[in-house]
């Protein structure tokens, strides 16, 4: 199994405890989710419509800009299974893929099981020339971002660029939406992450019309719940909703970096919803927070990286406060 946050089977093997004695900040999800809106109990007892489908979809392409299509699925991490398939679909046979990274592992893991060639580079311009190119802005974990002008540029020189977009709701102005026109050009976007409702598992994939068709092909009938598609176009149009969580995000994540920076770690970088930071002894800070079970994230390719997420309550971030003080 590849190695995610989340991960609170392997905190309580580890540490103890049950499941709600955990504060679980090692995701980037916002812990202070949507508001679940009433839902219709045909929502939940008859098949998706396609009229249901296209008001989540409309919404999406007012809300974000889209100049191309829209495609929901059971989260980002759907797509990503898909995405082998869909370059072969597309023709892009000599099976070559670059990753810029560090970054999510689950790219590398989805083409590597259907047996393509990857090269994963931390370099942006090394992206330059490939058949299929991946990247994520902003990025997971360190929060690199990639400008409009860099990213069509580097559109010029690729076959296929695939850009996950799963933590951009919370910065918007990287979005490349208006150019999902292109056809080779995907774009990656998650709901569960800036909405706070990962387990309603819903994502889209956002592409030319074409591109789109293929990948409907590839999903089969009925994706998503009729649930996940009532609660995503309502969330979705709630533009007051997403501006106060913005800028609530924003103001606690720099009281987050204030308490690590306290703990003797330096900010490497993150967006609105995690950050990730480096100490000398990381392993060492997780075990200290987990003994107090609070779990955070490490990574094997880092001894130094130790990533967390927000605190979702008062009693939350005193939690993590006294914590940290007694690590210090």
């Known amino acids: 199994m590849v190695d995610h946050g989340g ?21 980037g999800i916002n812990p202070v989710p949507y508001p679940i809106p009433n839902i219709s109990s045909r929502a939940w007892t008859a098949l998706p419509t396609t009229s249901e489908k296209s008001l989540l979809h409309s919404a999406v392409k007012q809300s974000w800009h889209c100049s191309g299509d829209v495609l929901s699925l059971t989260g980002a991490q759907a797509a990503i299974q898909l995405l082998p398939q869909f370059a072969e679909q597309k023709g892009l046979s000599n099976r070559k893929v670059t990753i810029l990274g560090p970054t999510y592992n689950e790219y590398a893991n989805s083409f590597k099981q259907q047996g393509w060639q990857f090269e994963e580079s931390q370099i942006f311009e090394k992206l330059a020339g490939s058949t299929v190119a991946i990247l994520v802005n902003p990025n997971n974990p360190d929060g690199k971002t990639y400008g409009e002008d860099a990213l069509l540029d580097l559109l010029e020189t690729v076959d296929l660029l695939i850009i996950d977009e799963s933590f951009v709701d919370s910065m918007p102005e990287l979005s490349l939406c208006s ?23 819903l994502g889209f994939v956002i592409g ?19 649930v996940a598609l009532a609660i995503g176009a309502k969330a979705i149009r709630d533009h007051k909703w997403s501006e106060v969580t913005r800028n609530r995000l924003q103001k606690e994540t720099q ?52 990533r967390l997420g927000l605190p979702g309550t008062e009693k939350d971030w005193s939690r993590l406060e006294k914590s940290l003080a007694s690590y210090v």
């Open 255 to 306: 009281r987050l970096d204030q308490h690590f920076l306290s703990a003797r770690c330096a900010l490497v970088g993150g967006t609105p919803l995690f950050r990730l930071y480096s100490h000398e002894e990381a392993l060492d800070l997780q075990i200290h927070l987990a003994k107090d079970r609070i779990w955070s994230r490490i990574f094997p390719y880092s001894e130094n990286w130790i």
């Open 7 to 27: 991960n609170l089977d392997q905190a309580i093997r580890q540490f103890g405890g049950r499941y709600e004695d955990w504060l679980d900040l090692s995701t």
């Open 208 to 226: 030319s019309a074409e591109n789109i068709h293929i990948f409907e092909k590839l999903a089969g009938p009925w994706p998503v719940s009729g």
């Open 179 to 201: 150019q999902s026109h292109r056809d080779n050009l995907i774009i990656l976007r998650s709901f569960g992450k800036f909405y706070g409702l990962a387990g309603l598992r």
